[in-house]
């Protein structure tokens, strides 16, 4: 069963819920708290086998800077289905959902995927940054170019070159 909830309708229980989950799927990569403050202020897409938590995505809002206007973006995080349950469609599921809130809600998507995220990303028409990428820090606008390879655009509402230059704003933690 999917629902889409915001960060704000979760209780403590369903929260530390997707903690779990998350820290499961990751495992290698490392879940940290940085990236789990990332993960909360928008909203979440949920699905439960009975009344277990298997997958999980949330989007949150972000101003980033492209072609030198702002661009208000659905920023997908913590995407993560349980290692058990996996290419059955549930990834796909929850990026559906989220997807559909960028188009209602935004001018465009953007993440930073994995490995496996990014194969299931390709998968549904996001398109991978073949500019440069940048973050707006305290310092200044600074070149991120370790994450160029990693960033995913959906377009929405706005056209996007994605050969150009795509900025994102500031935050503890991994910027992209
Ligand atoms: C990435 C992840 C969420 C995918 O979830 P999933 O439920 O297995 O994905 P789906 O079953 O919906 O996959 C849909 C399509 O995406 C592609 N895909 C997904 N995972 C893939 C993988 N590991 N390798 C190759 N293609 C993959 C395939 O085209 C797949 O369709 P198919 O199974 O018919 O071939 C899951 O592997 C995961 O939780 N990984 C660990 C956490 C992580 O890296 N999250 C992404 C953060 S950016």
């Known amino acids: 069963m999917m629902a889409l909830l915001r960060t704000a309708q979760?209780?403590?229980?369903?929260?530390?819920e997707v903690r779990r989950l998350?820290?499961?799927?990751?495992?290698?990569?490392?879940f940290g708290d940085d990236d789990w403050r990332h993960a909360l202020g928008g909203v979440h897409a949920l699905v439960r086998n009975d009344s277990r938590l298997v997958a999980h995505g949330a989007l949150?809002?972000?101003?980033?800077?492209?072609a030198g206007r702002p661009l208000r973006v659905g920023y997908v995080e913590a995407v993560a289905v349980h290692p058990a349950e996996r290419r059955r469609g549930l990834g796909s599921?929850?990026?559906?959902?989220?997807?559909?809130?960028?188009?209602?809600?935004y001018d465009a998507g953007a993440?930073?995927?994995?490995?496996?995220?990014?194969?299931?990303?390709?998968a549904r028409g996001w398109l991978r940054w073949q500019g440069t990428a940048w973050a707006l820090t305290p310092a200044g606008r600074i070149r991120t170019a370790e994450d160029d390879d990693a960033v995913f655009v959906l377009p929405a509402v706005?056209?996007?070159?994605?050969?150009g230059e795509l900025t994102c704003d500031w935050r503890t933690g991994d910027l992209w």
């Not at 979760?10 to 530390?16: C, F, I, Q, T, V």
């Not at 706005?158 to 050969?163: G, I, N, P, Q």
């Open 10 to 16: 979760l209780d403590a229980g369903a929260l530390a």
């Open 22 to 30: 998350l820290d499961a799927a990751f495992r290698g990569e490392r």
């Open 60 to 66: 949150v809002p972000r101003s980033f800077l492209h």
């Open 93 to 105: 599921a929850v990026m559906a959902e989220l997807e559909d809130v960028v188009r209602r809600e």
């Open 111 to 122: 993440l930073s995927a994995t490995e496996d995220g990014a194969a299931l990303y390709r």
């Open 158 to 163: 706005a056209e996007l070159d994605v050969t």
